[in-house]
């Protein structure tokens, strides 16, 4: 409550960006895409990251191109290799595992939106320039950046992936 007094709408800070982000994301994006879409961008988002954090040349490949600065190149490599898989698991296998085109109960695309965007938000605002973290307040860092939100936001999608279920599980009992 602290926080929504004190925005100042005439200049609006990065935490008001942060929050807006994270509240539309979480309900207008998981509305339209719908809970298998959802599940399938994740499976992509977590693909991504594990080849961006374990590929032996990023190290490397952030020193020798430098443009401006590389944490804006390390952002750009993650969502170019997330938007590459995506692209491919969208039309495999796992897609269709997933279901495909259903939309799902509508609270289940909320909260699968709701994860989806905190860990985006949460990977993304670690690969951020110094410059522009120094404008995020201490809260939201904690909230998004510090090692126990780190994990959370890893491991919250795939708790909520299992304790949610699958609609046809629930038809059925």
Do not use: C
């Not at 898989?85 to 695309?109: D, M, P, Q």
């Not at 860092?141 to 949610?164: E, H, K």
């Amino acid at each position: 409550m602290d926080f929504l007094t004190n925005i100042n709408w005439s200049q609006p800070s990065w935490d008001l960006f942060i929050v807006l982000l994270f509240v539309v994301s979480a309900f207008l994006y998981g509305l339209s895409l719908g809970r298998d879409r959802i599940l399938v961008i994740l499976t992509s988002i977590y693909m991504a990251l594990a080849i961006i954090n374990t590929a032996p040349y990023m190290e490397g490949f952030d020193i020798s191109v430098q443009i401006n600065n590389g944490s804006v190149l390390k952002v750009s490599v993650f969502l170019g290799m997330f938007a590459v898989i995506f692209f491919l698991v969208s039309r495999s296998a796992i897609a269709r595992t997933f279901g495909g085109t259903s939309y799902g109960s509508w609270w289940h695309a909320i909260v699968f939106s709701f994860f989806h965007t905190g860990l985006m938000l949460s990977i993304v605002m670690q690969y951020l320039p110094k410059e522009i973290l120094d404008n995020i307040s201490e809260p939201m860092r904690q909230y998004f950046m510090a090692d126990p939100a780190r994990f959370f936001w890893l491991v919250a999608p795939i708790i909520s992936m299992v304790l949610v279920g699958d609609d046809k599980d629930q038809v059925n009992k």
